[in-house]
């Protein structure tokens, strides 16, 4: 079966210092992934997906950046925290072959 | 842009009661709906998926409705349990694999 590991868990950060997020997915070869963000009692924001190794498409402009350097690889970074970055973040793989995302559990994200 | 809203932000049932969360979504092109739930702390879990050739699909405990006429979509929990309170997000494809989530509702139940 699938597994999507993301961590660390918990991270808190200072601002100006750099992020590195990772996610793993088990099980399955070539899946779409995708991060997003989720503010306290908000919605999911869509950051990036991904359908392949190095490919990269951005949905919002912001300071993070996204890498696939392999296919079951995600990683979210950024050179420079910013106090808005704090946040929930998930996630996600598809088959490519169907529209549901199975999400990771997540890495919650303090800056100060 | 195109939307996915959800009319209730908060929903507070008894244990037993039958549940209904429901969502409005804005765009007609959509052919796939999910509805997640998610606990708190924790990344959210399928629930069940609804493509729009269908009206009415059901699983375990739970039945999704498809309103294409009125673009509405529902989540009906049958004997609600306090194990079900969770904040319930419906989401639409966008296309290119990507979807669109609603902000949420949070159910609530009382023992």
């Known amino acids: 079966s699938q597994t999507i590991h993301q961590w660390p868990a918990t991270l808190v950060q200072p601002v100006g210092s750099p992020l590195s997020l990772e996610c793993t997915v088990e099980?399955?070869?070539?899946?779409?992934l995708y991060w997003y963000r989720q503010a306290a009692g908000r919605g999911l924001q869509l950051l990036f997906y991904s359908v392949g190794i190095g490919q990269i498409s951005s949905e919002v402009p912001q300071n993070l950046s996204a890498s696939r350097p392999q296919d079951r690889q995600f990683i979210l970074s950024s050179k420079k925290l910013l106090l808005s970055d704090s946040g929930f973040y998930l996630c996600?793989?598809?088959?490519?072959?169907?529209?549901?995302?199975?999400f990771g559990p997540g890495t919650r994200l303090t800056v100060l | 842009g195109e939307s996915v809203g959800l009319h209730l932000p908060t929903l507070s049932v008894q244990e037993g009661d039958n549940s209904i969360i429901n969502c409005a979504y804005s765009n007609s092109a959509s052919d796939y709906f999910i509805w997640y739930k998610q606990e708190s702390g924790k990344g959210p879990q399928f629930i069940i998926d609804i493509r729009s050739n269908m009206d009415k699909r059901q699983g375990q405990r739970v039945t999704v409705l498809l309103n294409k006429t009125v673009k509405h979509l529902s989540l009906q929990i049958a004997a609600t349990q306090p194990g079900d309170s969770a904040v319930y997000f419906c989401?639409?494809?966008?296309?290119?694999?990507?979807?669109?989530f609603g902000k949420g509702t949070m159910l609530l139940v009382s023992p």
């Open positions: 989401a639409e494809n966008k296309g290119y694999s990507t979807l669109t």
């Open positions: 996600a793989w598809t088959s490519g072959r169907t529209d549901t995302q199975y």
């Open positions: 099980g399955t070869s070539n899946p779409n």
